[in-house]
Nanobody
C-alpha cells in the first residue's frame, strides 16, 4: 500500500487546516491509520490514530480537543482536521498504516505545516 499525504501549508495561529492521507491498496478492518509529526530537533510525535472498522480514535495530549481524525472508508482516505493551531504545531506531518494491530509499517511522504504567530 502507498500513502499520499497532502494539505499542508502556511496558516496563522488560531487558524485551521485539514490534512488528507489517501491510501492506495487494500485497508483491512483491523488496520489502524495514524498521523505523526516531527519538527527540527524534536522526536517524532504521535498526533492521532483511528481504526478502520471500529472508528476508535486516539489523540496525543497536545492536540486533544483541537484536532479531529476521521476516515472515509469508500475513499480509503483519512483526514486530520486541525483547529486553533498554535506555533508549536508546526511540523512535517506524516500519515502511517499499522496492519492488524501491529507496528506502523507503511508511511507517507510527509506534508509541511507552518504556523505563523
Amino acid at each position: 500500500v502507498q500513502l499520499q499525504a497532502s494539505g499542508g501549508g502556511l496558516v496563522q495561529a488560531g487558524g485551521s487546516r485539514r490534512l488528507s492521507c489517501a491510501a492506495s491498496g487494500v485497508i483491512n478492518s483491523n488496520d489502524r491509520m495514524g498521523w505523526f509529526r516531527q519538527s527540527p530537533g524534536k522526536e517524532r510525535e504521535s498526533v492521532a490514530s483511528i481504526t478502520w472498522r471500529s472508528n476508535s480514535k486516539r489523540y496525543g495530549d497536545s492536540v486533544k480537543d483541537r484536532f479531529t481524525i476521521s476516515r472515509v472508508n469508500a475513499e480509503n482516505t483519512v483526514y486530520l482536521q486541525m483547529d486553533n493551531l498554535k506555533p508549536e504545531d508546526a511540523a512535517v506531518y506524516y500519515c502511517a498504516l499499522a496492519r492488524n494491530g501491529g507496528d506502523y509499517g507503511y508511511w507517507g511522504q510527509g506534508t509541511q505545516v507552518t504556523v505563523s504567530s
